[in-house]
């Protein structure tokens, strides 16, 4: 993502819900999916496939919640420690999902952004995640960000390396270093951080996703496996946040 003007953080133009002041930014665990194939009988790869299935209706449900950024958490750098049936069949469909899809969330307006690192990636599926990035950059209806071979601890150690490379190069200045810079070097550079997290099928964890970034978010942890989730949940969630006091370490009266 280079280059990128900052984000913008003004609420999505079309929300529809009146008077709701919901998360403009949501951030999803996307967990479940084997234990919810397993509960048919049927292979951990089935529920995947049920879960990329997901992914759309919730897309196409935000402008209508004011969510202008939703970012999804689909491989992790940990996943690699799956079987190696599980993982190709992951990278499959990921392949197939950019393909099918490229064409509609472009239609729909929806700017779409991977992070992660891409080095360890097979390169046919790095040449479609960019050309997803290329087609549709000039999109801002909703901002798809896909998390793929990302662990917030990687992305802080790589962020680190270029930081510590600036520093060697005398672009950057030790002293100079603060809040402000990290953020500049991460995946998630040109994103706000995530106003919600939201991890679904019971688990209380963040499991290594955004940890710099969600510092402040408010969190929604849900029994509901990912391939049910559904619109009207993610409406439900975005209300009840609506209705929390974020205080960012301020008192308020
Ligand atoms: C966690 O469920 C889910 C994953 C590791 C993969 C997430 C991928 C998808 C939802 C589908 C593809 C997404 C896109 C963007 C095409 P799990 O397998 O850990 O479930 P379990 O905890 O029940 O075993």
Redesign the pocket.
């Known amino acids: 993502m280079p280059n990128e003007p900052a984000h913008d953080l003004s609420p999505s133009q079309e929300t529809a819900v009146p008077g709701f002041a919901g998360p403009g930014h949501v951030a999803i665990i996307?967990?479940?999916?084997?234990?919810?194939a397993?509960a048919r009988g049927r292979p951990?790869l089935f529920?995947?496939h049920a879960?990329?299935q997901?992914?759309r209706e919730v897309v196409e449900c935000c402008p209508r919640l004011g969510i202008k950024y939703l970012t999804?958490?689909?491989?992790?750098t940990e996943?690699w420690k799956r079987t190696q049936v599980e993982v190709a069949g992951?990278m499959s469909?990921?392949r197939r999902?950019i393909a099918k899809e490229l064409r509609e969330l472009d239609a729909e307006q929806v700017r779409v952004r991977f992070i992660g690192d891409r080095v360890r990636l097979d390169q046919k599926l790095v040449k479609l995640m960019d050309e997803m990035e290329e087609v549709t950059r000039n999109n801002d209806r909703v901002h798809l960000t896909?998390a793929l071979n990302y662990g917030a601890r990687d992305e802080v150690a790589r962020a680190t390396r270029r930081l510590a490379q600036d520093v060697a190069d005398g672009v950057l200045l030790p002293e100079h270093v603060d809040e402000e810079t990290l953020p500049r070097y991460l995946d998630t550079r040109v994103l706000p951080d995530p106003d919600l997290v939201i991890r679904t099928?019971g688990?209380a964890r963040i499991s290594n996703f955004l940890l710099w970034q969600s510092a402040y978010s408010e969190y929604e942890f849900i029994d509901t496996?990912?391939p049910d989730f559904t619109a009207a949940e993610l409406e439900r969630l975005c209300r009840s946040y609506g209705a929390r006091d974020r205080r960012f370490g301020a008192v308020t009266t």
Do not use: C, P, Q, T
């Not at 996307?30 to 919810?36: K, S």
């Open positions: 996307m967990d479940g999916n084997g234990r919810w397993k951990r529920g995947h879960g990329a997901r992914v999804i958490f689909a491989f992790s996943n992951l469909l990921f999902y896909i099928s688990e496996l990912w």
